[in-house]
Nanobody, 124 residues
């Protein structure tokens, strides 16, 4: 089983940038599809981006296209979410998640391993 630990969250002004990291331990990370989700207070968990095992295919939510970039370094067992041009509506707890199929699913129930989350707060 893979365990995931996110980091890199924080407080940033609107228009700023953050890079989130997701470090995996346990069984090999390189065979897993990975994704980022986010959850704001009082709202359901929302898909942000997904990436296949090799990094050759991506899927982004419309709300973050052109601003966020998902990537991974399998040699380091680490995934990333580069977030640029941040907006107050991006404020949420961000979660890294993985599953073992090739589907770049937007459905959180497809993913069976989750990190604990990292808080991102964007001030206006």
């Amino acid at each position: 089983q893979v365990q995931l630990v996110e980091s890199g969250g924080g407080l940033v002004q609107a228009g700023g940038s953050l890079r989130l990291s997701c470090v995996a331990s346990g069984r090999t990370f390189s065979s897993y599809t990975m994704a980022w989700f986010r959850q704001a207070p009082g709202k359901e968990r929302e898909f942000v981006a997904a990436l296949n095992w090799s990094g050759s295919r991506t899927n982004y939510a419309d709300s973050v296209k052109g601003r966020f970039t998902i990537s991974r370094d399998n040699a380091k067992n680490t995934g990333y979410l580069q977030m640029n041009s941040l907006k107050p509506e991006d404020t949420a707890v961000y979660y890294c998640a993985t599953h073992r199929t090739t589907e770049l699913s937007t459905n959180p129930y497809v993913y069976d391993v989750w990190g604990q989350g990292t808080q991102v707060t964007v001030s206006s």
